[in-house]
């Protein structure tokens, strides 16, 4: 893996809870908007709304960069808009990013032909 394709599974990682954080809160503060007179979603939809637009940007950029099958590129994009998808997103990402790292440490030590 070459340093642009750990850049981007970084990218993609770091805004994934950050977005599911967000998701959350946003749902939170809908439902206190009709229960009382606390009305924070226009705020809280805005900044779910650019974490969200990064989030896309960057799964872009991640499956363009490692080449992903279909059902694995489909599966972060879905994770993505489900509530607490996020936070497995991260997850998934991390050990990813880690398995891609190892591997690439042994290509260029000899120990793995690849």
């Known amino acids: 893996m070459?340093?642009?394709?750990?850049?981007?599974l970084r990218r993609l990682r770091l805004v994934s809870a950050p977005e599911a954080v967000s998701f959350l809160l946003l749902l939170v503060c809908s439902v206190l908007k009709r229960t009382t007179d606390f009305n924070a979603v226009p705020v809280m939809g805005a900044l779910h709304g650019v974490l969200f637009i990064l989030y896309v940007i960057f799964w872009l950029d991640a499956w363009n960069r490692t080449k992903?099958?279909?059902k694995r590129g489909?599966?972060?994009?879905?994770?993505?808009?489900?509530?607490?998808?996020?936070?497995?997103?991260?997850?998934?990402l991390k050990r990813e990013g880690e398995a891609a790292v190892i591997a690439s440490r042994a290509r260029r030590e000899g120990?793995?032909?690849a």
């Open 74 to 92: 489909a599966l972060y994009f879905v994770l993505s808009v489900l509530p607490t998808g996020g936070f497995f997103a991260e997850k998934m």
């Open 2 to 8: 070459d340093l642009k394709t750990a850049s981007a």
């Open 111 to 113: 120990v793995v032909e």
């Open 68 to 70: 992903w099958d279909v």
